[in-house]
């Protein structure tokens, strides 16, 4: 069976798990959980990060050190994983849901302001939504496949009303905007090391940015915001910190982030010149402003939904391929059937049950990669 996406482990990351069970240091105190934090805030080009449990309890914990609060709004895209969703959940506040653009399926900034615009007013410093009456809190663009919204117009939206803005950057690790590093666009950056990222830990996920004192703060929540060895807390912190065991999984895997990020890519440019023209078939967008990190790859089917991807999957598992469909929206999903949602969210809507995965493995042959290609075109012709 070709896998959809399986982690690469071919590197350090057995001597370093060893070393953790050499030393007893598989706990949330150790050399490879310090050294991650080093190593992501290089990567995102911040000067701080925070190692977290997972990328959703480090979107949890942004939005919480962000002060988001019950009862409050947060911005984020429909399309999307649902622990972008979760974390707002979380928080006891509610997502206010925005359409993505189709060249980036990542959140529309034109309609962001749009909505904002329309259904808000700005008084004493702070953003209400006029039917609910409840605050707006932060934004939560999330960079969809690697791929990174007009963060440019997103930054001045958050800047004019003094919105926290918090990136779920799952999935981004190696993307570039306009020649920034991931983690110069947004106030917080949120990365994800689960199984199937680009970059893995088993589980695991990173918050990075460049405020100290909320840095620390981030810091001190997530180890029960205990203050002194002897039991004593001065907030309800959360136990949010990764181990060490995830974490020099993680080290191992981080020093190879370029080499996986630029198969990644190359994954990307196979599928898209292999089905570029195919009747039928779209392609995943590929930003121009942006140099997308390409964490899936796949293709679009024009007609049908998710009964025609469904069938193309067990014809594919047939042929020993792994393949699936893609994140059913947020508004679309039972607990977020209350979520406050934009006027339309038709992109969303439209996109969601037509997107066919195949698998983008860092290490899949290009043999592979051409069988998956043949394959896909034989059951659609
Ligand atoms: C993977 C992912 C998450 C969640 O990360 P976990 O580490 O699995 O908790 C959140 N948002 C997006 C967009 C993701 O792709």
New binding site residues.
């Given amino acids: 069976m070709i896998p959809l996406a399986v982690p690469n482990l071919s590197g350090n990351e057995r001597a370093y798990l060893n070393k953790c069970i050499d030393t007893t240091f598989v706990s949330s105190v150790g050399e490879f959980v310090n050294r991650i934090e080093e190593m992501a805030a290089k990567q995102c080009n911040t000067k701080y990060a925070v190692a977290t449990s ?6 949890h914990l942004a939005l919480t050190g962000c002060g988001v609060k019950e009862n409050e709004l947060v911005i984020i895209p429909t399309f ?2 649902i ?2 969703a979760n ?1 707002v959940a979380h928080c006891g506040a509610t997502p206010w849901l925005m359409d993505i653009s189709p060249e980036s399926w990542a959140m529309d900034a034109d309609q962001l302001k749009q909505e904002i615009d329309t259904n808000t007013i700005f008084e004493n410093g702070r953003l209400i939504h006029k039917e609910t009456g409840k605050r707006v809190a932060a934004i939560m663009p ?3 496949l690697g791929n990174i919204p007009e963060m440019d117009k997103i930054r001045e939206i958050a800047k004019a009303y003094g919105l926290p803005l918090i990136a ?4 981004a690790i190696g993307a570039v905007y306009k020649g920034k590093a991931l983690g110069e666009l947004a106030d917080l950056t ?1 990365l ?3 199984g ?2 680009t970059v893995t830990a088993g ?3 990173i918050v990075a940015g460049n405020d100290e004192a909320l840095m620390k703060k981030l810091k001190h929540l997530s180890t029960t915001a205990r203050v002194t060895a002897e039991y004593d807390h001065d907030m309800v912190g959360f136990n949010y910190r990764m181990t060490n065991i995830q974490a020099a999984v993680g080290c191992a895997q981080l020093e190879r982030t370029d080499e996986f990020v630029k198969r990644k890519r190359e994954i990307r440019s196979f599928y898209n010149n292999e089905f570029n023209g195919i009747k039928g078939v779209s392609l995943f967008p590929v930003p121009s402003y942006e140099e997308s990190s390409c ?1 899936f790859s796949g293709i679009v089917i024009d007609e049908g939904g998710l009964d025609e991807i469904r069938q193309l999957c067990s014809k594919l598992r047939e042929k020993e391929i792994e393949s699936r469909s893609f ?1 059913k929206p947020v508004h679309l999903q039972k607990p977020y059937e209350n979520a406050l949602k934009a006027s339309s969210l038709e992109i969303s809507s439209k996109l969601w049950n037509r997107i066919l995965t195949l698998p983008c493995s860092t290490n899949i042959t290009n043999d592979e990669l051409k069988y998956v290609s043949d394959c896909v075109k034989e059951i659609l012709s």
Avoid: E, H, I, Q
């Fill in positions: 997972s990328g959703t309890t480090g979107l999307t994983f622990a972008t974390a999330v960079y969809t779920d950057a799952a999935a949120v994800s090391f689960n199937n990222k589980g695991g996920g964490w994140w």
